[in-house]
């Protein structure tokens, strides 16, 4: 597969020799991750193009983009709270936003890769603070919020990311911890996070909240968990209601739903049924990170003051309504 043009993405699953996998690199394109299966290595070629001017560019280049960014499309200097925010989807978000000129805090309970991805933006030239914290515990979540505001004494944007599954139980064998995990992880995590969030975003006027949801809650996925498909369709009803309650104070409240994304779990996860995945697909790849975090910075920037209560669907078309 040849690399396409500056700023385009080639998306594929396939089989791929190593020295494949270094021309790739070598013609400026990140491998996102990989799986051994077999004789054979596999790579997720779903690539970005880095270099001057590109999405994943900084120094110079990126700050040049930034300049020519649109009054109303801009998040300079904005504060942004990216929860579940070291890896995957929350860690695109953290990039994309930290690209566009925003302060980020990274929290996410796992203190290695948070540490690292608030690092790394940093490294690049921007400002982000990592904070550990359970997205599920009221405590932690109210100690996080506290040491982002005073850090920067403002909250322009809080991204929901943390969720996610391991098992899928039939239902006569789920058991009732198993149950409770799920829906903590992926419904009362969103919940506590815009619990805390909505005081300083009422005292300012404004606000923008992103929750993200999942495919699994718009339709039936039988190779997904019954608590991951309640809790991401709840999402769903969670930022709706939200939206009424936080519109006259200048909060936008709106959920995304991805389908399957290329996080470095889900590749693993799903490697056996990608394939078929793919077929379903009329877009004919699955997701990267960074697609996802394309829709969600949209959906924070002030452009979109006028857009709440939405559930966007991120899925390539695989399902529409």
Known sequence: MAPEADGAR??????HSADRKREIRAAGFRVTGGWE????????????????????AS????ARGRDRMPKNSSIRDHVALVMGGAVGIGGACAERFAEEGARVAVVDLDSEKG????????AAGGEALFVKA?????????????????????????????????????IEDIQEEEWDAGIA???????????????????????????????????????????????????????????????????????????????????V??????????????????????DIADAI????TPGAGYITGVSLDVNGGRFTV
């Open 185 to 267: 992880w992926n419904l009362k995590s969103a919940m506590l996070c815009c619990q805390a969030a909505a005081a300083p975003m009422k005292k300012a006027g404004y606000g923008r909240i992103v929750n993200v949801s999942s495919l699994a809650g718009r339709t039936a996925l039988v190779y997904t968990p019954l608590d991951y498909c309640a809790a991401k369709a709840a999402v769903m009803g969670l930022s709706r209601r939200l939206s009424a309650e936080l519109g006259p104070h200048g909060i936008t409240v709106n959920a995304v739903a991805p389908g399957v994304t290329l996080s470095p779990r889900v590749a």
């Open 269 to 290: 996860m799903h490697q056996d049924i990608l394939d078929d995945i793919v077929k379903t697909i009329p877009l004919g790849r699955v997701a990267e990170p960074e």
């Open 37 to 56: 299966s077999g004789a054979d290595t596999y790579f997720l070629l779903a690539l970005t193009k880095t270099g001057p001017g590109c999405r994943g």
């Open 134 to 170: 359970d997205a599920t515990s009221k405590a932690e979540v109210e100690s996080a919020f506290g040491q982002v505001l005073g850090r920067w004494n403002r909250l322009d944007i809080l991204v929901n990311c943390a969720g996610g599954f391991f098992e899928n139980t039939a």
């Open 59 to 62: 120094g110079a280049g990126a």
């Open 115 to 122: 540490e690292a991805a608030a690092g790394k933006l940093n």
């Open 10 to 15: 080639p998306a594929a699953v396939g089989a």
């Open 297 to 300: 910075w949209y959906l924070c």
